[in-house]
């Protein structure tokens, strides 16, 4: 199923790409939007995990590298990878104070879990190992690839958009219509913002409930999503809106019509489901 949703993201947003480089430069910008479309899906399928931790200045955890770091989440990722019957994967730590974490990769032999300075600060270790298990949950459920690529082809339609400025004239020979950069100015990141969304929400409740089964009890998970949950507002975090959706909870807060583009449910509903898994365990 996760295939089938990869080539259509990757179809959709190159559409959106195409459509938006006509709507911008006639003839001349539906090839350039071609171009882009065909260099943004390589990248986005064997690049997007390494650009991911690139921006965010992700530093390699190994038994030689991070040390304190790899002794407190090494062995634990080690444990629960056996329980889940995963690949080891490659481990992160991202030098910011906000608490948060997220996993990406092409598959689960490629997967990759990063995880904030400010989550190990404000976690004890079964929080820790409810988070660890959420990401993993991701790989293991093969979510990972999907949320890669819109993150990536995301930035890039907004970049587009942002572009649909420089883009102001009238409707010429070629086609090119004045409103149309203003048009993708603002429908563009919308475009994203809700694909985002239908392929994000659901894909935590799994996460979560795969979190729950595998370290045993739902508790170490609720706990961990309640302090997020309130040290993420406290704290925020300087993530790129394209990204959003591949963080544990949402790194930055949006208010009024920002709510509806959400690619998270409610942390109080993802509890409440939490705590009626206790009865299933």
Avoid at 75 to 90: G, V
Avoid at 129 to 147: F, P, Q, T, Y
Wanted: a positive charge.
């Amino acid at each position: 199923m996760n295939t089938i949703k990869t080539v259509l993201l990757l179809g959709l947003l190159s559409g959106l790409l195409l459509a938006g480089g006509q709507a911008l430069g006639g003839q001349d910008g539906l090839v350039l939007g071609l171009i882009l479309a065909v260099a943004m899906n390589a990248v986005s399928y064997f690049f997007s995990d390494k650009l991911a931790l690139k921006i965010y200045h992700a530093q390699p955890v190994t038994p030689n590298e991070n040390r304190e770091v790899w002794r407190r989440i090494g062995p634990m990722t080690e444990n629960l990878c056996r329980r889940m019957d995963l690949p080891m994967p490659k481990l992160w730590l991202i030098p910011d104070a906000s608490p948060n974490a997220f996993a990406t990769g092409r598959n689960p032999k490629n997967g990759s879990v990063a995880v904030t300075a400010g989550l190990l600060e404000i976690l004890n270790d079964q929080e820790l190992e409810g988070v660890i298990a959420h990401e993993l949950g991701h790989i293991r459920n093969r979510d990972i690839l999907v949320s890669s690529i819109a993150a990536t082809i995301a930035t890039a339609i907004t970049f587009v958009a942002r572009m649909a400025i420089f883009f102001p004239g009238g409707r010429d020979e070629e086609g090119r219509s004045p409103w149309a950069g203003l048009l993708m100015l603002f429908l563009a990141p919308i475009a994203a913002l809700l694909i985002q969304m239908a392929i994000s929400r659901t894909r935590e409740f799994g996460a979560d409930a795969a979190a729950a089964k595998y370290t045993g009890t739902p508790y170490g998970l609720i706990s961990a999503l309640r302090k997020l949950e309130a040290w993420s507002k406290r704290v925020p975090m300087n993530a790129m809106p394209a990204h959003e959706h591949m963080f544990i909870v949402k790194p930055f807060s949006g208010e009024g019509l920002m709510k509806l583009f959400s690619t998270h449910p409610p942390t109080a509903e993802r509890i409440a489901r939490l705590e009626q898994l206790r009865f299933a365990l």
